[in-house]
């Protein structure tokens, strides 16, 4: 802890590195300020209502830093540009054509990451109107048609100014800049639950005991989410010697880095989506208008349907039972091995091996390197798989196992985000201390 907080220190004395800091600090204040901007025409107590019992709302809420439950202009956040990212990601996999373009290096890439802004913002606006649907559904939005116009539109605009800001962080600050607004978020509600905690403390509501026993499963979930997210399985790769004129090139031996969770949080957002789907369709039928067709076109009673809709959702959201949890589970290993092949190829890291004079000792290259990679791939995918889903499942039952249910930050994705950020920008702060010849944070 002396050196990490030493290693701080000296990072702060470097007037390029503290400028960059601030900018950082600076750009935070500046997201927080306007993810308090609310527009017009919103019922504040259905929203109340809407956002409880764990469901999309809060999955979605948590990202944005509470902007979606106070409905502000940041209401839609930065995940219209993660869902086009993604979107890009497997299109070039898919289209050849889009792969060759990300071959072409910095042109190819400003070239889709263009195209991806574009898609961002079609995203947004099919976004906003579902959520200005959404809303309408339930009663907590009560505007008029202009004031649903005016929602989108500077929904859209907040999307926009956010991915300007990512931009400007990563460029003038540390640490990669869309990645920070996202941390951001998640962390701006942390105070908060901080304090309604020690509120319930202080009014004998919970114990000591309770919030030692949820320190104590923080600490052990942050431990072992920067153990998992830095395992790799080190490959060792041996590179022929080659005669290039009165050079001898190659003869060395290196590493190619295979990571337990090469996936990341993608398979949990995939997943909770999924899952929440059935839950998410049935809490939009809760709405007057809704029951009403309901009640005339099947001459199905009130009572029947809210508690239809009430079954879908206990059944559906996990945490609620077994069934639906044990499915959360399910989806998140099936995604994480679907986003590493996604993001992973072993028959193009082969052929490059190949073409680059390395070979796996013992080995042969080609099809039989490929296969080695794809089958170590996925046996130590399968730990990373197990554990995604461990840690997707503890944010349900962390809560009612303490007697804690105010401080949401302990598993789940918001837990995984928050950490790895923070580990990423310790790396960047390490590289600009060592360009330095400073000790680092993980030297």
């Not at 190659?250 to 839950?279: E, K, M």
């Not at 029951?291 to 349907?305: D, K, N, P, Q, Y």
């Not at 798989?385 to 039952?397: D, E, K, P, R």
Request: proline share 3%; aromatic share 12%; net charge positive.
């Amino acid at each position: 802890m002396k050196e990490r907080l030493a290693a701080l220190s000296q990072a702060l004395k470097l007037p390029d590195v503290r400028k960059r800091i601030t900018f950082v600090m600076m750009m935070f204040a500046v997201y927080v300020a306007c993810a308090h901007v609310p527009m017009p025409g919103v019922d504040k107590a259905a929203l109340d209502r809407l956002f409880t019992g764990g469901g999309l709302g809060d999955f979605l809420n948590m990202f944005v830093g509470g902007s979606l439950k106070r409905f502000s202009v940041l209401a839609l956040g930065i995940m219209p540009y993660i869902n086009a990212s993604i979107i890009f990601q497997l299109l070039v996999m898919a289209i050849p054509q889009l792969e060759e373009l990300q071959k072409e290096g910095e042109y190819g890439q400003k070239k889709i990451n263009r195209w991806t802004r574009y898609l961002t913002m079609a995203l947004a606006f099919l976004q906003g109107m579902g959520m200005i649907g959404w809303f309408s559904g339930v009663e907590a939005f009560t505007g008029t048609r202009i004031d649903m116009f005016f929602a989108v539109l500077m929904m859209m605009s907040g999307t926009a100014f956010l991915m300007w800001l990512g931009d400007q962080i990563t460029d003038k600050g540390i640490g990669q800049g869309i990645s920070l607004i996202i941390f951001a978020g998640i962390m701006t509600v942390m105070p908060q639950q901080l304090i309604q905690t020690v509120t319930l403390w202080k009014g004998g509501e919970i114990g000591l005991a309770n919030i030692l026993f949820l320190t104590i499963i923080f600490v052990a979930t942050i431990y072992g989410i920067v153990k998992v997210q830095q395992a790799q399985r080190e490959i060792p790769v041996h590179y022929a010697k080659r005669v290039k004129g009165n050079r001898v090139w190659g003869g060395q031996t290196a590493h190619l880095p295979l990571r337990v969770n090469q996936a990341g949080v993608i398979p949990i957002i995939f997943a909770i989506s999924v899952a929440l789907f059935p839950a998410t369709i049935a809490n939009l039928m809760r709405g007057e208008a809704v029951v009403g067709f309901l009640h005339r076109t099947f001459g199905l009673s009130e009572e029947a349907i809210h508690g239809t809709i009430f079954s879908v959702v206990e059944f559906t959201t996990p945490g609620h039972n077994a069934f639906a949890s044990f499915l959360y589970f399910v989806l998140v290993v099936i995604f994480t091995y679907f986003y590493t092949a996604v993001t992973f190829n072993p028959e193009q890291i082969a052929e490059n091996l190949q073409k680059n004079g390395g070979a796996i000792r013992g080995i042969r290259p080609g099809a039989k390197t490929r296969d080695y990679l794809d089958r170590i791939l996925y046996r130590i995918t399968l730990a990373g798989a197990l554990f995604l889903g461990i840690v997707a499942l503890m944010q349900y039952y962390v809560g009612p196992l303490t007697g804690v249910t105010t401080f949401d930050l302990v598993g789940g994705t918001s837990l995984l985000i928050v950490v790895g950020v923070a580990l990423d920008t310790m790396q960047q702060i390490e590289a600009h201390l060592l360009m330095r010849h400073y000790r680092g944070f993980l030297s």
